[in-house]
C-alpha cells in the first residue's frame, strides 16, 4: 500500500517520540507539518529558520534514523521553512535540504551466488554479486567526543584497544552493560567508527537486537536461514545492541549463538550492549551467557559531578552555545542519572532562553528548569529510597532487614526495590543486598509484583504514585 506524507511522518514521530524527552517533542517534532511525500523524499514545514537550524544541528541523526526506519535506505528529508506567517494555511516558506544527511560509506563485500539471496532487507544495497553493506554508524559518535571519567574508564579503554585490533585483543567479545542514556551505544558505535578509519576496508556493522529480531522472522517465514547465517558470517566487526532483548526468544538465541561461535573461531570481533550485567540477564541461555564471559564485560554508571560537567562543556563548546559555568553546574548539579536527560535539558533551555528572548542566567535557568527539575530523576540512593518508602508506611528502616513474612514489610520491600531498580543505576545484586539482605532474583520477583498489581489494584497504583511524588519532592 502507499504511504501518504501524513501516515510516514507519523510513523517518524513515534519513533522519535520514544528517544527525545517529552519536553523535547514537544518543543521541536509537535509544531512540524508534513507536507509531501515523493520518491523517497518526505518534505517537512518547520515554523522558521531557526528551528530549521537545530534540527539539523542537534536532532539529525534521531531524524535519519526515523526517517529511514520508515521509508527505507534511500530516504531523504527536506525542509520547507516558514520565512513569513502571512496567511496561517498558507505561510510563505522556502525549501531547504537537510544538509547532514550524511553517512559512513558502507562497505562493498563479494558474495557467490546473487547478493539477493544473502542479504536481510534493508539497509544493504545489491548489485550483481556485489554486497553493499551500510555499516549503520552515527558519525557524531566517536571516541573522540566521548568523555571519559571514573564511571566508564575501563569501558572506553577496552573500546581504544579494540579499535586499534579489532578481533585480536581479550577483549572478545566486548560487552558494555549499564543504565539508560549513560553512553553504551555512543561507545559501542565509537569502535566502529574508529575501525572503520583504521581499517576501511574491514566490514562493520551495528545492529539492534530488535533489527536483528526481525531479519530472523522475516528469514524464517521465507526459508532464508543459511542466507541470513551466511550474510552475518561476512562481518568482520559485529556490534550487537540491547542484547538483554534476546530474552525468552529462544530461536533467535540459537541463531546468534551460531553466528556468534563462527565470528570468534575466525578472529573477528564482537561488541554486545546490555542494560543489565550477565549475571542479571534472565532468559538466556547458558551456553550464550558462558560465551559472553569469554571476553570483557564492563559497566558504565552514571557519570559524577565532574564528568557531568566535562560532558556538558564539550557539548556546549561543540554545538557553539555559551553557557557559563555556573549555569552549567546548576544543570549538571540537578540532571545527574542520565546523559541522555542532560543533552535534552541543554537543548530545552537553550530553545526556551531563544524564543524568550532571555540571557541564559542562572536565575532564568531556575526558572525554565523549575518545572522539569521536579520531573527529573534527582540524584537518589537505595539508602534514600529505603528511608522515603518506610516513612510512608509510617515503619522503621530497620525492619525492611528483618527476617520476616508480615505482609506490609513485604510491600514495602517490594516498594523499595522496585523504586531502587526504577530510579538507581544500583545492579539487581547490590538491591538485594541492601534491602532484606536478598538476591537479585527477588528483585526481579518484586519489580514484577509491584508492575502487575499496579495493572490491576487502582488504590495500589495511587500509593505508588504518591510514593513517586515524595520520593521527586524529597530535596
Ligand atoms: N561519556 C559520554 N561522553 C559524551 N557523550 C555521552 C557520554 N555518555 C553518553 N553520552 C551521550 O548521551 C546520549 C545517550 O547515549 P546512548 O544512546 O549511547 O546511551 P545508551 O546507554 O545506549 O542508552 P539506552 O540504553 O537508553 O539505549 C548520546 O547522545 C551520547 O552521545
Not at 279 to 293: D, T, V
Request: proline share 4%; glycine share 4%.
Amino acid at each position: 500500500m502507499k504511504k501518504d506524507c501524513k501516515s510516514v511522518w507519523s510513523e517518524c514521530l513515534d519513533l522519535i517520540k520514544e528517544q527525545v524527552l517529552p519536553r523535547t517533542f514537544k518543543t521541536w517534532f509537535a509544531p512540524i507539518r508534513a507536507l509531501s511525500f515523493k520518491d523517497d523524499v518526505l518534505t517537512i514545514q518547520v515554523p522558521s529558520q531557526y528551528v530549521y537550524e537545530c534540527l539539523e544541528e542537534h536532532f539529525v541523526d534521531i531524524l535519519r534514523k526515523a526517517v529511514r526506519s520508515a521509508i527505507g535506505p534511500n530516504a531523504k528529508l527536506e525542509y520547507s521553512v516558514v520565512v513569513e506567517e502571512s496567511h496561517p494555511r498558507d505561510p510563505l516558506s522556502v525549501t531547504m535540504p537537510s544538509n547532514n544527511m550524511k553517512k559512513v560509506e558502507p562497505n562493498t563485500v563479494y558474495v557467490n551466488g546473487k547478493p539477493d539471496s544473502v542479504a536481510p532487507k534493508n539497509p544493504f544495497e545489491r548489485n550483481n554479486n556485489r554486497l553493499q553493506i551500510d555499516p549503520q554508524l552515527n558519525p557524531s559518535y566517536t571516541l573522540d567526543s566521548y568523555i571519559e571519567g571514573s564511571c566508564n574508564r575501563l569501558a572506553k579503554s577496552a573500546a581504544v584497544a579494540i579499535a586499534q585490533n579489532p578481533g585480536g585483543t581479550a577483549f572478545n567479545p566486548l560487552l558494555i552493560y549499564g543504565g539508560s542514556g549513560l553512553g553504551k551505544t555512543h561507545l559501542a558505535q565509537a569502535i566502529g567508527m574508529e575501525v572503520k578509519q583504521n581499517y576501511p576496508n574491514k566490514v562493520v556493522l551495528y545492529v539492534t537486537t530488535n533489527v536483528f529480531q526481525t531479519q530472523f522472522t522475516e528469514a524464517v517465514r521465507k526459508n532464508e536461514i543459511n542466507d541470513f547465517l551466511h550474510f552475518y558470517q561476512l562481518i568482520d566487526v559485529l556490534i550487537l545492541d540491547d542484547i538483554h532483548e534476546l530474552a525468552g526468544k529462544t530461536a533467535t538465541q540459537n541463531t546468534f549463538f551460531h553466528i556468534f561461535n563462527h565470528l570468534h573461531q575466525s578472529g573477528k570481533q564482537l561488541i554486545l550492549t546490555s542494560d543489565r550485567s550477565p549475571a542479571e540477564l534472565s532468559g538466556l541461555e547458558e551456553r550464550l551467557l558462558s560465551r559472553f564471559r569469554w571476553g570483557l564485560s564492563a559497566e558504565i554508571k552514571a557519570p559524577d559531578f565532574e564528568t557531568r560537567m566535562e560532558i556538558a562543556r564539550f557539548k556546549a563548546h561543540k554545538d557553539g552555545i555559551d553557557f557559563s559555568d555556573e549555569v552549567l553546574e546548576y544543570i549538571c548539579k540537578y540532571v545527574s542519572n542520565n546523559v541522555r536527560e542532560l543533552e535534552g535539558a541543554m537543548i530545552s533551555l537553550l530553545a526556551q532562553a531563544t524564543f524568550n528572548h532571555k540571557d541564559l542566567t542562572v536565575d532564568v535557568v531556575k526558572e525554565i528548569l523549575g518545572k522539569m527539575v521536579k520531573n527529573q530523576k534527582v540524584e537518589l540512593t537505595v539508602e534514600d529510597i529505603q528511608q522515603v518508602v518506610c516513612k510512608h508506611f509510617n515503619m522503621a528502616p530497620e525492619m525492611l532487614q528483618e527476617k520476616t513474612r508480615k505482609r506490609e514489610v513485604v510491600q514495602a520491600r517490594q516498594l523499595a526495590m522496585y523504586f531502587s531498580k526504577t530510579y538507581t543505576n544500583a545492579s539487581l545484586a547490590y538491591i538485594g543486598k541492601q534491602i532484606g539482605k536478598k538476591d537479585h532474583t527477588t528483585v526481579l520477583y518484586a519489580c514484577k509484583a509491584v508492575t502487575d498489581l499496579m495493572e490491576t489494584d487502582r488504590a495500589f497504583k495511587a500509593q505508588v504514585e504518591e510514593l513517586q511524588k515524595k520520593l521527586y519532592c524529597r530535596n
